[in-house]
């Protein structure tokens, strides 16, 4: 089913219907970090933390592969050492959209999988560089952003912009002399930011080692939290209907996608050569497209 | 006509199609690089260049606010210095859509307007962290991307995805020592690549130094050579027709999303009632959206 899911097969529609409708229960956790802040590693230690509490554990690894290389841009693909073959966890790698990111079209039916099939908890792993991120973050449950001291300010600038996503953060190798100080920092950020940006809870922020094993039990406790925390504030309902709808516009943006590359040289090409003539602007066209489209798919 | 497309008034519809219709002679060039790359200088002095030639310009900064100050990420907005003021060059700042960046929707209509104002050249220029990057790119005929010597290795990780995507190439800063080897680097890269992605043309790599007004006049020829480069490959009329597709499509999924909006409570309220309950998956009710709103919106 997940290669189907991956590959978009059109006879998995009706299995992944059926799938989803079995899926609801798993705590969906994206966990996101740019490239060298050791979050593979993390995860990896993480994972045995999941599995220590008796729990299953279900993993997506958004792996974005390199236009020139065809591989990794990583290069190390998640370390899984001691938890590999361990009956209880599963773990998925899928190729990004392409070079400018995003996620693949069958990452979330891949979660769905997951969570039918009983995993307890699935994370969501992405480099997080760009759009892959953002719509981890808008699939998930409860958002991770790890951060690594001593990463130039270049990239704190570009991470500026995600740090209100994150429901939790952890300070990766805080066996380093400079983690006390990320920590603080990110601290101070989020006290000035938290009345800003309307936030109602203190974001925890986690230091951990993974070479020392310190800070995992923590950071699990704190995304074990977070969930609590949703269910009993009510959010946690909430978050999950905005996943859902936002799910539903995104396959609907799919659709209109597919069918106009379907139909440009049929019924569409009067509309493919008015554009072209500059006769029609883009936003009356999409008026007219939507129009199409809608009367070929009346359920 | 600059404001209200910005602020997506309705009343500007009309208005903005007959923009739309007299646009179209405009060289729309894309110029992206992440902060601290000296690139609002470099633009700076760009401007000067075309200003120098004869030609008018125009400019649509986008301005990534941060959530926590309210204000620019960057803090420098476009240092216009020497050009501010001229009777030919026409700069206006536009907000992104939000911390998650992307363009904000009357960007492109914005860069109409200028185009039927009779400016000659049009910069969209982005401070490059992720989806506006890639929306630039989309909506522009040439597309500059700038590096920096001496940016971390964390950082050519996160460009390694964009490099396919320019047309032009531009090392700044390159008075420093370092700024030949990101030269060379580059060109290594660029000479991998070309295969690798099906590029049909070298890539230029421009060596610039804004302070010592070096290789600003070779970059101009070469934004300027990229434009003739697709008009008598035929490729001009054809980036045109992709750019004007992707804005109708655009324009389509903004449609559902606001009519999904609008209608949430009234007409959608089942559909998003069967969401909640589970009982519809987001796949079978994106194709019932699409087709209550494909009744709606028929012209």
Do not use: C, W
Not at 85 to 112: C, I, K, N, Y
Not at 224 to 230: G, I, N, S, T, V
């Amino acid at each position: 089913m997940l290669s189907r899911a991956e590959a978009g097969a059109a006879e998995a529609r009706e299995a992944l219907d059926l799938l989803y409708r079995r899926a609801g229960r798993g705590h969906v956790v994206g966990i996101t970090g740019v490239p060298g802040s050791g979050k593979s590693t993390l995860v990896a230690k993480l994972i045995a933390a999941v599995l220590a509490s008796g729990r299953k554990i279900g993993v997506v690894a958004i792996d974005p592969s390199s236009p020139f290389s065809g591989g990794s841009i990583l290069g190390d693909r998640i370390r899984m050492g001691e938890v590999s073959g361990h009956p209880s966890v599963f773990v998925r790698s899928m190729a990004t959209r392409g070079a400018l990111g995003g996620l693949a079209h069958g990452t979330l039916e891949a979660v769905d999988v997951l969570d039918a099939a009983g995993y307890d908890m699935i994370f969501i792993e992405t480099v997080g560089v760009g759009q892959d991120e953002v719509d981890v973050v808008r699939a998930a449950h409860t958002t991770v952003v790890v951060s690594a001291p001593g990463l130039g300010d270049d990239i704190q600038a570009i991470k500026a912009g995600i740090l209100e996503i994150a429901d939790v953060h952890a300070v990766s190798k805080g066996d380093k002399a400079e983690a006390e100080k990320t920590v603080m920092e990110l601290k101070a950020m989020l006290g000035l930011a938290l009345p800003a940006v309307g936030l109602k809870r203190a974001v925890p922020v986690i230091k951990t080692s993974s070479p020392r094993d310190e800070g995992i039990a923590e950071l699990l406790g704190a995304i074990d939290a977070h969930r609590e925390y949703l269910v009993t504030s009510g959010q946690y309902e909430e978050r999950r209907q905005a996943i859902r709808e936002r799910r539903m516009l995104k396959a609907a943006e799919r659709l209109l996608h597919e069918e106009f590359e379907r139909h440009r040289q049929g019924r569409m090409a009067d509309l493919v050569a008015e554009l072209a003539a500059g006769t029609v602007s883009p936003q009356a066209a999409a008026r007219r497209l939507v129009a199409h489209i809608g009367m070929e798919v009346i359920p």
